[in-house]
């Protein structure tokens, strides 16, 4: 099956402070999703982007599928974004997350 | 989001016990599909179904018994479930089962003793 990679594992940052988390697969896909699951364990959807660029207020994404990887940007960090963040591929495969602290 | 609804939050049973979860959705989706998420693991896909009918089952043990009545709800039935099994239950819906993205319900948290 397709394998996928995120990183980094865990990143912690200061407020206001701008990242990027990656996620590479292994294999051609048409469906690609990013999701933040919180503290309280809920998975909401950020993302559904097989290919191209969107952008959600301070969140954007960008998938190149020919080269097998997608990045989530958050820009100007805050404490509620904290938690741990998911690519998922094709439904089938997630990856194992980047866990992400954002101190005030 | 609020469009998939999990019942109960938590859930603690022993292996003995049979128990089930149930998840409804209430955004005119057609797939469904149940999630198993273990602590410090990546999900995993258990079952899918389309239009009511099972597509996919991952290897799953037969203690876990699905159950999808109608394209709006979907249940987990749990019987001598081990230790192990203990995770958060996440159901999950999408308009198509294959190129729509996934909406998740809160989940189940569930403790077998």
């Known amino acids: 099956g397709i394998q996928v990679e995120q990183s980094p594992p865990d990143l912690i940052l200061q407020e206001g402070a701008n990242s990027t988390l990656r996620c590479n697969f292994s294999d051609s896909v048409n469906n690609l999703q990013w999701f933040h699951q919180n503290p309280w364990g809920q998975l909401i959807n950020l993302f559904y982007?097989?290919?191209g660029t969107k952008q959600n207020g301070r969140l954007s994404a960008t998938t190149v599928a020919t080269e097998r990887y997608s990045l989530l940007y958050i820009s100007s960090s805050q404490t509620t974004d904290s938690g741990v963040y998911f690519c998922?591929?094709?439904?089938?495969?997630f990856g194992e997350g980047t866990q992400l602290t954002v101190n005030p | 989001e609020t469009g998939v609804t999990q019942t109960p939050r938590h859930l603690v049973m022993g292996m003995t016990n049979k128990k089930s979860l149930k998840c409804e959705q209430h955004l005119g989706h057609n797939a469904m599909y149940w999630y198993k998420q273990s602590a410090k693991k990546p999900l995993e896909l258990m079952f899918v179904y389309n239009f009511k009918e099972q597509t996919e089952n991952n290897s799953v043990p037969s203690r876990f018994s699905p159950e999808c009545p109608n394209s709006s709800h979907l249940f987990l039935h749990l019987h001598t479930l081990q230790p192990e099994d203990s995770a958060l239950y996440l159901c999950?819906?999408?308009?198509?089962?294959?190129?729509?993205?996934?909406?998740f319900g809160n989940g189940t948290r569930l403790t077998v003793t």
């Open positions: 999950a819906s999408s308009l198509g089962q294959y190129n729509s993205p996934l909406h």
């Open positions: 998922a591929v094709s439904r089938l495969t």
């Open positions: 982007i097989p290919s």
